[in-house]
DNA sequence: TTGTAGGCGTTATCAA
DNA sequence: TTGATAACGCCTACAA
């Protein structure tokens, strides 16, 4: 039964906008959706009647109807973490070019929140989860939910292939190992690791590469040079003040905000980067070139790996029903200042 | 008439929920929203029927049988520039915790973009709309947009009360004023103002303001010293050399990515903040302190500008129909290295 | 090519 | 306190 015509204070529905053009509600959804069956006349009609009621279609009631919302949900850490904005832009990018959006949610690294986002996106019907997950274990009702839900999920920054079917990661080992042999290359001998939370998928990978590094430039592994941090600003201080009482001459630190603090400690402790010890930071930005020294980094494509999890996703959307897939991003080593490396060395005069 | 049974690949629906419990839905509805007027008995059965399907109400059914999904729309200009993320968790903040979620879209400040992300936010029927303006006009289409959709906005950054009728915004008069004070204070006489986009709602207050802090001083105002950028580092770098060209000893930037282009244009000219000029830069971030000179800076509040836009809109929804308000936030001064100034005077000696 | 009517999963109104 | 049943706005077989 057609619904009442509208009333003044609400939106028109497609019923309003039959009516007003004389046809049924058929042949509006038809124009709406730009089918090719409807004669130029009564498109027409109906074009002048969706313009003069500004009739816009009902998402919500379009959502459950077909049973898709067209909507991707998204679960971040923390979107004030300088790293995922372009994380986010990458995959926004990638899912409107195929005509989804995105539902962002952060999840604090807190299991309840992250429950609660997980709650909202099943509760929202997005049509698949980009899962972002960098540190801390699954609680097992969110695993459990996961797991339960007929929905695709990709994870990122995170391998546990138990979560997820998909996944696209920062290859933690190459980059831990590219910025170890950059620091050896750059005259470092005792190289310490500033690295993330323990037990975390990719702990393992950049604590291998890291070790790696070392012994293929034949230096030895002191597991006293290694620490563990929690990506936060705060943690790089506390922690890097321990770290640098060992007095490296080096420092391979996992991520920025950590790098801030360790060189604030640095800092306080009067030692000087990169004279008393080099660095790399994983991970870039465009407003670094303003620090002194320039940071030497592995960057990760960010924006990439926002694309690629989105890419994951709508291939798992379109049917794709083969195996799990991983991907590896690569790292880009970008050599500046901090590691007090010049590719053309100085006279010998003036090497340290 | 009741819906079929579950299928195998489908989420469980009220209906399913209320035959395995073997009431009716209207008794699942209720004990899904906690109303009280439910038998323990018949509370118990459906509990465990719940548990059993794994039951989660659907939010786009329930939105679209309330008319309304309790889903706030928020329109900033771009994520990825570090002002803004803050700003959102604010917003995010303030809405979680009155029982809203909040939905993102970056507009680019592309007038098309931004009509798009109004667009889809009207077509989910969000509830009411944070609509992030810096800077360029409003298109007419999605000014009349604005005009016709029955959901409350309110604007941030932009106080055009014919756009919308609450705003909040930074007093950007009160932020220049400081700002050129303290430079005057720092012994700065030659103060150019590197500022917005010329015709935005923000940029005659952000002018008057440094007009008033030079007269204020007893310094004479210079047209000459005005200078309009965009916000971008790009634009901070090309005007910057050109504002640096006239030999200012002091400058006031008017966002963190414009100041990068600024410093990163002085180091090339070979000139030295702050010995050669010092600086106050408007908008403060925690990672800031480990550049050197450490950036003087006039922070606005933006975790707040979120909460406050938030408050307004949600005020709105609960039905307060009385007059438009502006909210002003006041900027804080924080004083730190790149204008030279000292709160203790060094020995006249040392005095520059 | 166009129209009719039933379904999508909720809430809400009336009866019972 | 509970239960049928009609909205909510759209899509889509199936019929005409």
Same mark, same amino acid.
């Given at each position: 039964?057609?619904?009442?015509?509208?009333?003044?204070?609400?939106? *028109?529905?497609?019923?309003?906008?039959? #009516?007003?053009?004389?046809?049924? &509600?058929?042949?509006?959804?038809?124009?709406?959706?730009?089918?090719?069956?409807?004669?130029?006349?009564?498109?027409?009609?109906?074009?002048?009647?969706?313009?003069?009621?500004?009739?816009? =279609?009902?998402?919500?009631?379009?959502?459950?109807? #077909? $049973?898709?919302?067209?909507?991707?949900?998204?679960?971040?850490?923390?979107?004030?973490? =300088?790293?995922?904005?372009?994380?986010?832009?990458?995959?926004?990018?990638?899912? $409107?070019?195929?005509?989804?959006?995105?539902?962002?949610?952060?999840?604090?690294?807190?299991?309840?929140?992250?429950?609660?986002?997980?709650?909202?996106?099943?509760?929202?019907?997005?049509?698949?989860?980009?899962?972002?997950?960098?540190?801390?274990?699954? #609680?097992? *009702? !969110?695993?459990?939910?996961?797991?339960?839900?007929?929905?695709? @999920? !990709?994870?990122?920054?995170?391998?546990?292939? #138990?979560?997820?079917?998909?996944? &696209?990661?920062?290859?933690?080992?190459?980059?831990?190992?590219?910025?170890?042999?950059?620091?050896?290359?750059?005259?470092?001998?005792?190289?310490?690791?500033?690295?993330?939370?323990?037990?975390?998928?990719?702990?393992?990978?950049?604590?291998?590469?890291?070790?790696?590094?070392?012994?293929?430039?034949?230096?030895? +592994?002191?597991?006293?040079?290694?620490?563990?941090?929690?990506?936060?600003?705060?943690?790089?201080?506390?922690?890097?003040?321990?770290?640098?009482?060992?007095?490296?001459?080096? !420092?391979?630190?996992?991520?920025?905000?950590?790098? !801030?603090?360790?060189?604030?400690?640095?800092?306080?402790?009067?030692?000087?980067? =990169?004279?008393? @010890?080099?660095?790399?930071?994983?991970?870039?930005?465009?407003?670094?070139?303003?620090?002194? =020294?320039?940071?030497?980094?592995?960057?990760?494509?960010? +924006?990439?790996?926002? $694309?690629?999890?989105?890419?994951?996703?709508?291939?798992?959307?379109?049917?794709?029903?083969?195996?799990?897939?991983?991907?590896?991003?690569?790292?880009?080593?970008?050599?500046?200042?901090?590691?007090?490396?010049?590719?053309?060395?100085?006279?010998?005069?003036?090497?340290?």
């Amino acid at each position: 039964m057609p619904n009442k015509p509208a009333s003044p204070g609400k939106a *028109a529905s497609i019923y309003d906008v039959a #009516k007003e053009a004389r046809v049924s &509600v058929f042949t509006v959804s038809a124009v709406v959706n730009g089918k090719t069956h409807v004669t130029p006349r009564f498109r027409e009609r109906v074009e002048a009647a969706i313009r003069k009621l500004h009739y816009r =279609p009902n998402l919500l009631a379009r959502s459950l109807a #077909k $049973q898709e919302t067209h909507t991707l949900g998204m679960i971040v850490p923390d979107i004030s973490n =300088p790293f995922f904005p372009m994380v986010i832009r990458g995959a926004e990018e990638a899912a $409107q070019r195929h005509g989804y959006n995105l539902l962002l949610c952060n999840s604090d690294d807190n299991q309840e929140k992250e429950s609660n986002a997980l709650e909202l996106l099943l509760a929202k019907r997005v049509d698949g989860i980009l899962f972002t997950k960098v540190f801390s274990d699954l #609680k097992p *009702a !969110v695993a459990r939910m996961i797991r339960e839900s007929k929905i695709p @999920f !990709v994870l990122m920054l995170n391998n546990n292939l #138990k979560i997820a079917r998909d996944a &696209v990661v920062a290859d933690d080992y190459r980059a831990a190992y590219e910025a170890t042999m950059h620091l050896v290359r750059s005259g470092r001998k005792r190289i310490a690791l500033l690295g993330g939370p323990p037990k975390v998928s990719n702990g393992e990978a950049r604590l291998q590469g890291f070790h790696d590094g070392l012994k293929a430039s034949g230096l030895s +592994f002191d597991p006293s040079f290694v620490f563990e941090g929690d990506y936060r600003s705060e943690t790089g201080y506390t922690v890097g003040k321990r770290l640098l009482q060992r007095w490296p001459d080096g !420092v391979y630190s996992a991520n920025f905000l950590m790098t !801030v603090g360790l060189l604030r400690a640095a800092q306080e402790m009067g030692l000087a980067c =990169p004279d008393d @010890f080099g660095t790399v930071n994983l991970d870039d930005y465009p407003w670094l070139d303003i620090l002194r =020294p320039k940071l030497t980094t592995v960057e990760l494509p960010k +924006f990439q790996l926002g $694309q690629e999890a989105v890419r994951l996703l709508l291939d798992r959307l379109a049917g794709y029903a083969g195996p799990g897939i991983l991907k590896k991003l690569l790292p880009e080593l970008r050599i500046r200042e901090s590691c007090g490396f010049q590719l053309r060395r100085p006279p010998a005069s003036a090497r340290r």
